[in-house]
């Protein structure tokens, strides 16, 4: 199994919503990625996450929080989000992090849309 | 980071070979380079990497420069589902992680 699953595939949430994203892969990897990808832009990494701990934060608001409940699992809890944060949201996942085969298998994420 | 400079688009004839430039003249000695791909509105897929020596597999090949200061990624018969932007990353080491840094990419369209 080579797939890295994102749920769910659309979500519109109201400013004082509270929702999470759900990612998931069997695939054995340790290392686990949030990327947040605008409209025509490149997707810009958020966070990363290396044996279950976070050990990247790109400076995300705290409106955005990540868990990584085991290794096969990764949500993104989102609490008091704008209309500037929607976007398409996409999970990763790789190896280990280090190794020289790292890389990244992504999922075909989730579309966000804050009103 | 390592930067990289890509060209903002580029056409190529269906069951023609795709050769894809990018330039990473800041690039450090343990620094690898990696393709990726986008399809419209899917997740990126990853096609290649390689430090300084040439790499082929199933999907493409990649031709490094020996200073390696630039790479051109080679898709050697395009089909219309190559059609995708196609982003050149400088890897980045960061602690126990790695960091993958997306520039704006290439977009690249296949032509019947």
């Known amino acids: 199994d080579t797939e890295v699953t994102q749920t769910p595939k659309h979500l519109v949430m109201g400013m004082t919503n509270k929702k999470s994203l759900k990612c998931e892969q069997h695939?054995?990897?340790?290392?686990m990625y949030w990327y947040k990808q605008k409209a025509k832009k490149p997707p810009e990494l958020m966070f990363v996450y290396s044996y279950e701990k976070l050990s990247i934060n790109e400076s995300v608001p705290s409106r955005f929080s990540p868990e990584c409940p085991n290794s096969s699992l990764l949500n993104l809890h989102l609490h008091a989000l704008q209309p500037e944060d929607s976007a398409l949201y996409l999970c990763a996942s790789s190896h280990d992090g280090t190794s020289y085969y790292n890389e990244q298998f992504f999922g075909p994420g989730t579309r966000l849309t804050v009103l | 980071d390592a930067k990289t400079t890509q060209p903002t688009s580029m056409d190529c004839a269906e069951g023609r070979a795709a050769n894809l430039p990018c330039n990473h003249s800041?690039?450090?000695?343990?620094?690898?380079v990696y393709w990726y791909r986008q399809i419209h509105s899917q997740g990126p897929q990853y096609i290649i990497h390689g430090l300084k020596n040439n790499e082929t597999n199933e999907m493409a090949s990649l031709i490094i420069t020996e200073d390696r200061k630039s790479s051109t990624l080679i898709l050697p018969h395009a089909t219309l589902r190559d059609t995708a932007v196609y982003y050149c990353?400088?890897?980045?080491?960061?602690?126990?992680?790695?960091?993958?840094?997306f520039g704006k990419g290439t977009k690249l369209t296949v032509n019947p």
């Open positions: 695939m054995g990897h340790r290392a």
């Open positions: 990353i400088v890897r980045v080491a960061w602690g126990g992680s790695e960091k993958l840094v």
């Open positions: 800041t690039i450090s000695g343990n620094e690898y």
